[in-house]
């Protein structure tokens, strides 16, 4: 009973921590479309108790984001909790069966590349409606807009759960917060400078495959 009252003390932090970041993080990037790194804190509930934890904590947020300062309706609703999802409970599954490090780089990694392969299907079916753009207006900006800033959101997020992960998972035992063993095959240092590697060469593949979709490079 304690272990639970843990775990739900936990993620309503987690919840509460994700729609602050939501509402003071916001960055407009191209049209309608901002940047905001909430589904970072849902990666790091679905890493912490699985990838329900994850879909909860984005139901949660996205409905109160709903009720409070979005003003796109259900139609913004069910485009968040997608994007979300898509995004953290794919990193959430593939960690949850392979619980160590090479399993949350794959499952980041998966997550990014999910997300923006369902949000430009997404954006192709629901924007027409959202922005009242005939469809093939939509289409045409499906590469060089809604891709590159996919491109971008998924890799920031993948790189920031990297960076901030094992910090916070840490801090939360601390603080007898968090019932869960963590791997310990890896010493900090050495997480802390495989993790900057790897969220750089995220950051710069992406930077480059919006450079190339932009036909810059």
């Known amino acids: 009973m ?32 901002k940047y905001d790194p909430k589904d970072v804190i849902i990666a790091i509930g679905g890493f912490l108790f699985g990838p329900l934890t994850a879909f909860t904590i984005s139901v949660l947020v996205s409905f109160v984001e709903m009720l409070t300062v979005s003003t796109t309706g259900f139609i913004g609703l069910l485009m968040n909790i997608i994007s979300s999802c898509s995004f953290a409970c794919t990193a959430a599954i593939i960690y949850k069966k392979k619980h160590n490090y090479k399993g949350a780089i794959l499952g980041l990694i998966a997550g990014w590349l999910v997300t923006t392969t369902v949000m430009i299907l997404w954006n ?44 916070l998972s840490k801090a939360l035992r601390s603080a007898n917060l968090m019932p869960i063993v963590e ?24 930077i480059l495959s919006i450079l190339a979709f932009q036909g810059i490079i």
């Open 124 to 167: 192709y079916l629901i924007t027409p409606m959202y922005l009242g753009y005939p469809r093939e207006a939509v289409v045409e900006l499906l590469i060089p807009v809604f891709l590159p800033f996919n491109l971008l959101k998924g890799g920031l997020n993948a790189s920031i759960v990297m960076l901030i992960y094992k910090p």
């Open 2 to 33: 304690q272990t639970q009252t843990k775990k739900l003390t936990v993620i309503a932090m987690l919840s509460a921590v994700a729609y602050l970041i939501m509402v003071v993080g916001r960055i407009p990037i191209v049209l309608f479309l």
């Open 183 to 206: 791997e310990t095959s890896m010493n900090s240092k050495k997480v802390l400078v495989k993790s900057i590697l790897v969220s750089s060469l995220i950051i710069i593949s992406c």
